[in-house]
């Protein structure tokens, strides 16, 4: 959330447009609706994108700026070719840009995968038994329902 203070006076109903101008330029926020505009929901500088997901390359990345990036989401993409297309990424001049939300959700999944790899897979059995004792509830629930005529279940 960004405010912007239309004067210094504090008058209602009155703007000083070269004042709202500078706050404007100075939040970053047209860069930001330019690239929300673009339709990319992530972007970080290649430095912090490269620092953050490093670890789910294979050995050793050979360079770093826009290099190591490029070379990081190719790996990236070959690897996860089904859920993280080579079409998802877009390079700027300092920036690595990622269009669709799903695909940062995973960078963070596979990232927690390589950080972690016990604690994770403990994180997954107890999600699938959540999930499983969801089912075997809602089947018992139903199960119930249908024994007493004239009742029924609303969820």
Not at 5 to 22: A, C, D, F, G, T
Not at 107 to 124: I, K, N, S, T
Request: glycine share 6%.
């Amino acid at each position: 959330i960004r405010c912007i203070k239309p004067n210094e006076q504090k008058r209602p109903m009155y703007i000083e447009p070269s004042r709202v101008l500078h706050q404007v330029k100075y939040l970053g926020l047209v860069e930001n609706v330019k690239i929300k505009k673009a339709g990319y929901a992530y972007r970080a500088p290649y430095d912090v994108f490269l620092q953050r997901f490093y670890m789910l390359y294979n050995g050793q990345l050979q360079r770093g700026g826009v290099d190591g990036v490029r070379q990081l989401t190719q790996f990236i993409s070959q690897k996860h070719s089904s859920d993280v297309p080579q079409s998802e990424w877009c390079f700027g001049r300092t920036k690595v840009f990622v269009s669709s939300p799903q695909t940062v959700f995973l960078l963070e999944e596979f990232r927690e995968q390589a950080m972690d790899p016990e604690g994770y897979a403990q994180r997954v059995r107890e999600h699938e038994q959540m999930e499983q004792a969801a089912e075997r509830q809602e089947a018992t629930v139903a199960k119930r329902g249908s024994a007493k005529k004239g009742c029924c279940v609303i969820s």
